[in-house]
């Protein structure tokens, strides 16, 4: 049957490489995220940015305010221009420190899971709880019914201890989750998912008592990433405009490797491409990811769409970082955006997660 509505949400998490940072912090963050939200604007299409506020904390605490300050300053712009706003937590920055003019970062607590629960200013909920008072306060001066309402886990990982994860969510008036790569399955030593067994609806309702693999009917709403799969040829093709862009780098990630050794860096990554050759790897909707392209894209995101095809509506992300965008995959997405629009017509809007809350929120007593 023919899709009623498909919603696609162009998001970005708004963030530092968690590793080392070639560059300064305009060239890394600020810069692009002005080009994207040009971009945007140009085609009348708002930008969701998951903003990862640990990082301030981290840096004020450090007296590093020159990062902070234009942090907050270009979050606020952004809501003022019609963009949106929501949480982005990548905790290990509360336990890192600037040493020797570099992040020493504690890479055995980079995800919520890994703070606990238990009652505490440094447990999982409490963070949560931190994070949205925060960006409350920071934005509503600017919007004044600005709210926090929307969350994506660090390196997607919604995992472990989902069911405690989505009730300390709950419990702080979230009522949107786009953290979850349908059917996306990784383990590297930085991460572990496992998103094989969710509901095959485009999208459903989490909560502590249904956890990631029943739609709860209502609480949490679930807006995943969309993935795709695609032949070996097309992966092969994708490697090697991959390889090509090698050059286009701005930063580096991180391993849990006691050494953060070179080596230890470049083995997580070898393990991340490698995925790409055997099996039947799974792709993210993404313009950031060196190697996609138009074809790519289209021919995945409508491979996304059939595999929906039952559901009336369709609620999806598209995830991008700022720091790994240039030039390419600017223009990159302003060709999906123009084809998009071209080969789904009316069925398709672009959104932001404000503008559907209402439509999406089933929370009910839960929040």
């Known amino acids: 049957m023919a899709l009623q509505r498909i919603t696609i949400f162009i998001t970005a998490d708004y963030e530092l490489f968690l590793g080392r940072n070639f560059v300064g912090h305009d060239e890394v963050l600020f810069d692009p995220t002005e080009q994207l939200m040009r971009r945007c604007e140009g085609r009348d299409v708002g930008v969701t940015f998951f903003a990862d506020v640990c990082s301030v904390w981290a840096h004020r605490k450090s007296g590093l305010d020159d990062f902070a300050d234009k942090f907050e300053t270009q979050m606020r712009e952004a809501l003022r221009r019609g963009h949106d706003v929501q949480l982005h937590l990548h905790p290990h920055w509360l336990e890192s420190t600037w040493q020797d003019n570099q992040w020493r970062v504690a890479t055995d607590r980079m995800y919520l899971s890994e703070f606990g629960f238990e009652r505490g200013e440094d447990s999982a909920p409490a963070i949560i709880q931190r994070g949205v008072d925060y960006l409350h306060n920071l934005l509503r001066p600017t919007v004044s019914d600005y709210r926090c309402l929307a969350f994506r886990a660090a390196g997607l ?84 405009r991959r390889a090509r862009s090698v050059s286009m780098r701005r930063g580096a990630g991180i391993s849990r490797s006691s050494q953060q050794t070179r080596w230890s860096n470049l083995k997580t990554m070898l393990a991340y491409n490698l995925r790409y050759l055997s099996g039947r790897p799974l792709f993210s909707l993404s313009c950031d990811t060196k190697g996609h392209n138009l074809s790519m894209l289209l021919d995945g995101f409508d491979d996304y769409l059939q595999r929906h095809h039952d559901s009336d509506e369709v609620y999806v992300s598209m995830i991008n970082h700022p720091k790994l965008m240039f030039d390419p995959q600017f223009e990159l997405l302003d060709a999906f955006i123009n084809a998009a629009r071209r080969r789904w017509g009316d069925s398709l809007r672009f959104a932001t997660m404000t503008e559907v809350s209402e439509e999406v929120d089933k929370s009910g007593e839960i929040a």
Do not use: H
């Not at 989902?162 to 419990?171: F, G, Q, T, V, Y």
């Not at 979230?174 to 349908?182: M, N, W």
């Not at 996306?184 to 008592?209: C, F, G, H, K």
């Open 157 to 240: 990982a919604l995992q472990p201890d989902e069911d405690r994860l989505i009730k300390s969510l709950l419990e702080n008036g979230i009522k949107v989750d786009s953290s979850i790569a349908k059917e996306m399955m990784l383990q590297l030593d930085t991460i572990e998912i496992d998103y094989r067994d969710v509901p095959a609806a485009a999208n459903w309702y989490l909560s502590p008592d249904s956890g990631l693999s029943t739609d709860a009917g209502a609480g949490l709403f679930e807006i995943p990433i969309a993935t795709f799969r695609c032949g070996l040829a097309t992966r092969l093709g994708f490697l090697l």
